[in-house]
């Protein structure tokens, strides 16, 4: 049984750091990521880390996001520094598997104050 349980999210000030964490069990997975998604608004990628390749990021994170990967934990980071009010959403851990099955965490709620 596949499970995903996040931590790390908060209140934060704006211009404030963040480090989201997601321990995933169950699987082997390829790739792991974050999404959020705003009230209002769809759910968007943050950022994505597949075996092998560089990470991706949304543009408006790049340079102040990192996602990190611990294969020995299968556990996956979002380090997210100068924090703006408009990152404020639920933030989901993605994992996928070796035949592209996807599963999803709960989520984590992240409030950057302006």
């Known amino acids: 049984q596949v499970q995903l349980v996040e931590s790390g999210g908060g209140l934060v000030q704006s211009g404030g750091s963040l480090r989201l964490s997601c321990a995933a069990s169950?699987?082997?997975?390829?790739?792991m990521a974050w999404y959020r998604q705003a009230p209002g608004k769809q759910r968007e990628l943050v950022a994505s880390v597949i075996s092998g390749s560089s990470p991706n990021y949304a543009d408006s994170v790049k340079g102040r996001f990192t996602i990190s990967r611990d294969n020995a934990k299968n556990t996956v980071y979002l380090q997210m520094n100068s924090l703006k009010p408009e990152d404020t959403a639920v933030y989901y851990c993605n994992a996928r598997d070796l035949i592209w099955r996807d599963y999803w965490g709960p989520g984590t709620q992240v409030t950057v104050s302006s």
């Open positions: 169950g699987s082997i997975f390829s790739a």
